[in-house]
């Protein structure tokens, strides 16, 4: 993180000397470039020293000193920023200002001065202890591999291979699979890789598969390289032609030893050919796709059906070895429940049931380990020594986790492997890693709001060419890709809405970034325990007896979780806010505030604000003093109008304020009031939600050229012409939602578009349509459609079949026949349909190869309907059915085992048939041949 701190630094200082050089004193600019030339010749040593720095007390100081000289340079920046950078009044008052600003400011200078003569000091000698540490402790430039950590895990490793059969758990299944690939009688090399979280079993069930007596009467030469993080070809090579020669019991030749690279693999190639024996080779732990690479030429790519089987944590890597061969990923699962379980009694009780008293505290701990077999039966380990009639030794694990993976022993194992991923990352990656430790255990994480806390925490680096949020989503792609993050939800997309971290590398990265002083997580309520400079600060529970405000005055990030009761007092605002004007991200949602306090408008830097769930009602004129802000949130408050105030916020990039209201009969959706001349905001890329219910303001849409997702309500027949003409300048236009004024005002789109928006994805209209829009057949990348209340007459599925990549249909009082159908051919990739208050609607008809993706049917409230559409059993890929309140004629039928209507939807694995029943649904669950009811 030191690394990483460093780096940031460096980015930062470029760009202010870049662009505030008119504004300083020559001595300053030299000191600013002093410290920016010193700290980058230390930055290529620092990733070695963070390796080897728990193992050395006087490099850990050491690089905590060059962490913090960083934090408090980045301090002195942004301070001479807020001072001397920003804009002031014009006219008159302007004068005033400055007149009175130059008195200010020369004290200001100077105080900055003496900071930077400060750091400067300690820069000199933070360096004059590198250039002895980099003797005495071994440090390169390039960075080397701890020792220590290689030995812990290849320990590991080796007490991995040797687990008894019945030991373990889960892993009969995946050693099938991967056994009936080895063996499909392919005479074409081919490559299988398994990927997976570190800890998760890979090794292992490579292992058994590797030593199954059908794989071992398959291949006639058989080996297995470890090749890690510390890969030389040179080594591996060797290595491999020892065990091949040891396969067949020949001597290595003695050239061999003297053979560089590239003639070891035309040696091994050369080995292989000429013995003309199906081989298996395993590649355990391969970290990069250049060391495969680097040695895949050694393999011939034809010889009886040989295989290489490769371990990886790396997703990208898996898949990249299996390019251009007769390759296969398996990604491995985490454990079950049930699985978890059976491990864990038998890694602790041996073959006895676990005692009913620590019952309840095992599950707690099994919990936390979330079916991943390395922390399973690490903790069984340390559980197994534990006395079993004192269960508050059990509760000390429980609730002290973390602190047991800082222990020595069995934990601290665990730590060290799962570290091996974070080590590997390159610096602008871990950063943002551990900043995810500002969530609480088991928290879904959103996606959107993470990436703009990223960006606002200045761990985004620019790329050319691509958007600040595209480079965001590569880093949050890049550490799903490495198994670091787990992906929850998936948007129509393909995009990520939710992610999380598995809670023992939560445990982890919460301790790292507590020791790199990136976040603070206040979780119990106790301030004593809270360091003395706080740059980061996550509330879960809310902080008593707070005072001295010395220790927020580095604060940059303030974000509270889990906190709908807390009462956002003035004393604690003057505490957080008032202590710090560095602050960067501010975020409170669920706080019981009903107004914003002023101190809020200060915050020169501040670039991420959410007020979400809160109560507040007024958006004051002061918010145009929050010059460097990007994302503002105002979900579900009670915000109707914003002020013009709004408009001085050119760097907003996401404007979130709509409020979700009741369902029961349309989706209702709040927006807000806009200023006259909202269309200045030109860096906005998402607006939601605004209303439209004057000409002007859908007039202004078409200036906001940037915008990716946009929501629009109140809008009035009148104003249709305005949007369609407004719309043809929003090229860029991913998602469009539009809410008519009143549930029977009319949706006038059917006027052109030019050009039609090609990168739309997603359109959902609320309101009666006459028709279907004619634009909406040209729409070739729309993946979702949503109809509310449209009461069409015509069947709108003409308009929508031949639409190459929808994914999912919504239709929510959108028709008023009585018959849908889907042609011929229509619907091809079509995977989701919901028809939901169809009241009119009594038959749907698929025809033939329609809907042949089609997963999910769901029809609620088509209480005509009593007869299965025409064709369902046609849809081989259907994995769901559900019918709520629908036509009871229908519902006996298939009730019935032996009526023909269940015969043709019994092979679908979940059927779901529910009526509202005093006002909570009546479920019956039909699963293939088994039926159970669920009140």
Not at 650 to 672: A, T
Request: overall charge neutral.
């Amino acid at each position: 993180m030191a690394e990483s701190a460093v780096a940031l630094l460096l980015k930062q200082l470029s760009t202010f000397l870049l662009t505030q050089s008119a504004r300083l004193q020559g001595g300053l600019e030299r000191e600013m470039q002093f410290i920016r030339d010193e700290l980058g010749s230390m930055r290529a040593f620092l990733r070695d020293a963070e390796l080897k720095e728990d193992d050395v007390s006087e490099l850990k100081e050491w690089v905590s000193q060059v962490r913090e000289v960083a934090y408090d340079t980045q301090d002195v920046l942004d301070e001479f920023i807020m001072r001397f950078a920003r804009t002031c009044p014009d006219g008159f008052y302007g004068r005033v200002h400055n007149f009175y600003s130059s008195i200010n400011n020369i004290r200001a200078r100077h105080r900055i001065s003496s900071k930077i003569e400060s750091i400067k000091c300690r820069v000199i000698d933070i360096c004059e202890r590198h250039n002895r540490y980099r003797s005495d402790y071994g440090l390169s430039e390039r960075g080397s591999y701890s020792a220590d950590v290689e030995d812990v895990v290849s320990r590991f490793r080796g007490n991995a291979l040797l687990l008894e059969e019945t030991e373990l758990v889960g892993i009969a299944e995946p050693k099938r699979k991967l056994i009936s690939q080895l063996l499909d009688n392919s005479s074409n090399l081919k490559v299988v890789s398994v990927v997976g979280m570190g800890g998760i079993g890979k090794t292992t069930l490579v292992k058994r598969v590797y030593e199954d007596a059908n794989v071992k009467r398959q291949f006639q030469l058989h080996a297995w390289l470890t090749i890690s993080q510390t890969f030389h070809m040179t080594v591996v090579l060797k290595d491999l032609i020892q065990q091949l020669h040891n396969e067949i019991k020949e001597s290595v030749p003695q050239e061999v030893e003297s053979m560089d690279g590239d003639k070891l693999r035309a040696f091994v190639k050369d080995f292989l050919q000429e013995k003309k024996f199906s081989y298996i080779i395993v590649l355990d732990d391969l970290w990069r796709l250049e060391s495969w690479e680097a040695i895949k030429y050694a393999f011939p790519e034809v010889n009886r059906g040989s295989c290489i089987l490769i371990t990886t944590r790396i997703t990208g890597t898996a898949s990249g070895c299996c390019i251009k061969s007769n390759g296969y990923v398996y990604k491995m699962q985490f454990l079950s429940s049930e699985e978890s379980w059976t491990l864990f009694c038998r890694k602790i009780f041996g073959n006895k049931c676990c005692p009913p008293h620590l019952e309840d505290v095992s599950r707690g701990i099994l919990d936390k380990c979330k079916g991943l077999p390395l922390a399973i039966v690490s903790i069984g380990g340390v559980l197994a020594l534990k006395d079993k009639s004192k269960p508050e030794e059990w509760d000390m694990i429980l609730h002290n986790l973390g602190g047991e993976l800082e222990g020595i022993g069995k934990l601290e194992r665990v730590k060290k492997i799962l570290l091996l991923s974070y080590n590997d990352l390159p610096w602008f990656l871990k950063s943002s890693l551990l900043y995810m430790s500002i969530y609480p255990e088991d928290w879904n994480i959103s996606v959107r709001f993470l990436i703009q806390r990223w960006i606002a925490e200045g761990f985004i680096l620019q790329r050319k060419g691509m958007t600040i949020v595209e480079v965001a989503n590569g880093y949050l792609n890049e550490l799903i890709n490495r198994c670091l993050i787990q992906v929850k939800e998936l948007d129509h997309d393909g995009s990520i809405i939710y992610c999380n971290i598995h809670d023992i590398l939560r445990e982890i990265i919460l301790t790292k970034s507590r020791e790199q002083n990136l976040v603070t997580v206040a979780a119990n309520g106790d301030y004593i325990r809270l360091p003395d400079n706080i740059r980061r600060l996550a509330i879960h529970r809310f902080i008593e007896n707070h005072h001295e405000y010395n220790r927020f005055r580095h604060l940059r990030s303030l974000v509270m979780f889990k906190n709908k009761n807390l009462l956002i007092d003035s004393s604690l605002f003057k505490l957080f806010i008032g202590g710090s004007k560095l602050l960067n991200v501010l975020d409170l949602e669920g706080a019981e505030l009903k107004s914003i306090p002023e101190e809020v408008f200060k915050l020169f830097h501040l670039k991420y604000l959410s007020l979400a769930h809160t109560k507040v009602e007024i958006i004051p004129q002061s918010i145009g003093k929050l010059q460097n802000l990007e994302f503002l949130n105002l979900l579900d408050t009670h915000v109707v109008e914003l002020p013009v105030g709004i408009l001085r916020l050119r760097k907003l990039r996401e404007l979130l304020v709509y409020h979700h209201g009741d369902c029961s009969n349309n989706y209702v959706v709040r927006g807000f009031k806009a200023p006259r001349e909202i269309g200045r905001l030109l860096s906005l890329h998402v607006l939601y939600s605004v209303d439209a219910d004057n000409e002007e303001t859908v007039r202004e849409i078409r200036n906001l050229t940037q915008l990716r997702e946009l929501s629009i309500t109140k809008l009035r027949r009148e104003d249709g012409k305005e949007l369609c003409s407004s719309l043809g300048k929003l090229t860029s236009l991913r998602e469009f939602l539009v809410y008519s004024t009143k549930e029977d005002e009319i949706l006038d789109l059917q006027h052109p578009i030019s050009p039609t928006p090609r990168a739309l994805q997603l359109l959902s209209l609320t309101g009666q349509l006459e028709k279907v829009p004619q634009w909406l057949s040209s729409l070739q990348g729309l993946t979702i459609i949503n109809l509310f209340g449209s009461g069409l007459r015509e069947d709108p599925l003409e308009s929508l079949q031949d639409l190459p990549n929808l994914v999912k249909i919504i239709l929510n009082k959108a028709y008023e026949g009585e018959q849908l159908c889907f042609k011929v051919g229509g619907f091809q990739n079509l995977k989701q349909l919901d028809l939901t208050r169809l009241q009119q609607l009594k038959w749907v008809r698929v025809e033939k190869d329609a809907l042949p993706c089609l997963q999910c049917l769901f029809m609620a409230d088509c209480k005509q309907v009593n007869e299965l559409p025409w064709g369902i059993q046609n849809l081989n890929k259907l994995q769901f059915l559900g019918f709520y309140n629908i036509g009871n004629e229908l519902v006996t039928k298939l009730k019935d085992k032996g009526s023909e209507e269940y015969q043709k939807v019994v092979k679908i694995p979940k059927i779901v048939i529910a009526n509202w029943i005093d006002g909570k649904w009546d479920e019956h669950f039909l699963q293939g041949d088994k039926a159970f009811h669920k009140l």
